[in-house]
């Protein structure tokens, strides 16, 4: 009995991981489906990509989607729209990181008055659904007269993000606080605690911090459409937009293929930094 267990186990254990492997491809295929279909569909006429849906290869290539798509639409190209993705991107990911950095070190090693009821109500902000402020901030937006400007995408990160806080204060609280008592003995002040010690300890959540926010900022959709009017200033999504006409025939060929050059950032920051991703997340809730 004990020998046919054995046998069974060492069958089982030869048979798993193939298995396992078939199951996750597979899964993982169905999850880039909509992805590889999109790309197909990049080659395609724009009049035969939804009548052909149910087929995944273009019946005759169209190279000249990709060659369209990157002149743009309104007088710009659609390089002038990614770069103007750029410069919100980087603005906004060095303010939310740098600023909810500052904050999560005054939470987790400051004591002042109020701090756990403040970082409970920034906890609460979590909960907030963003539509619910959209209408007060605009209205402020506008009497500062930051309308078609980049400054309400950009400036609100410069004052932190309760997601990025709250990830940066586990992060802090598994440094030993002997660290920040040496360094004090030292004659070292706070601000020079924070960058001289915790900020290189705590690289694993700026990373991750940095790596969302470029997501977020990338693809977000909602922001450029509120507060930007001028084409010479429009993003990537919102060129993207523009390929659709409800009056005409829209250009969806042009579309699918910068689409799938606006994803050619993403795709590259998320395998450069997919280790930081990992480490940022799967160490946040480690208490030491």
């Not at 980049?150 to 410069?158: C, S, W």
């Not at 932190?160 to 660290?179: D, N, S």
Request: proline share 5%; glycine share 8%.
């Amino acid at each position: 009995m004990a020998g046919a267990r054995l046998q069974k186990g060492a069958v089982w254990r030869k048979v798993k991981w193939p298995v396992y492997h078939i199951l996750v491809g597979a899964l993982a295929l169905l999850m880039l489906y909509p992805i590889i279909w999109m790309f197909f569909s990049s080659f395609k006429e724009s009049r035969t990509i939804f009548t052909t849906a149910t087929t995944l290869l273009p019946a005759d290539w169209v190279w000249s989607n990709y060659v369209t798509g990157w002149q743009g639409i309104g007088g710009y190209s659609f390089g002038h729209y990614m770069w103007n993705s750029l410069v919100i991107v980087v603005l906004s990911t060095l303010g939310v990181v740098i600023s909810s950095a500052l904050i999560a070190f005054g939470f987790a090693r400051l004591n002042f008055v109020g701090r756990n009821f403040w970082f409970g109500v920034m906890m609460v902000t979590l909960m907030l659904p963003h539509d619910v402020v959209l209408v007060p901030q605009y209205i402020i937006f506008t009497k500062l007269g930051w309308l078609n400007t980049i400054n309400p995408i950009v400036i609100p990160q410069f004052f932190g993000a309760p997601f990025f806080i709250f990830l940066m204060v586990q992060f802090i609280r598994t440094i030993p606080k002997e660290l920040d008592e040496a360094a004090t003995i030292d004659g070292c002040g706070k601000f020079r605690l924070f960058i001289q010690i915790i900020m290189p300890l705590i690289k694993a959540s700026l990373a991750t911090a940095a790596i969302f926010s470029f997501y977020w900022r990338w693809e977000d959709l909602l922001g450029p459409v509120l507060y930007l009017n001028s084409p010479d200033k429009y993003t990537v999504s919102m060129g993207l937009k523009m390929f659709l006409d409800s009056e005409s025939a829209s250009n969806w060929g042009g579309m699918f293929a910068m689409s799938m050059v606006s994803l050619l950032p993403v795709i590259l920051v998320f395998f450069l930094f997919q280790k930081h991703i990992v480490e940022g997340i799967s160490s946040s809730g480690i208490k030491g």
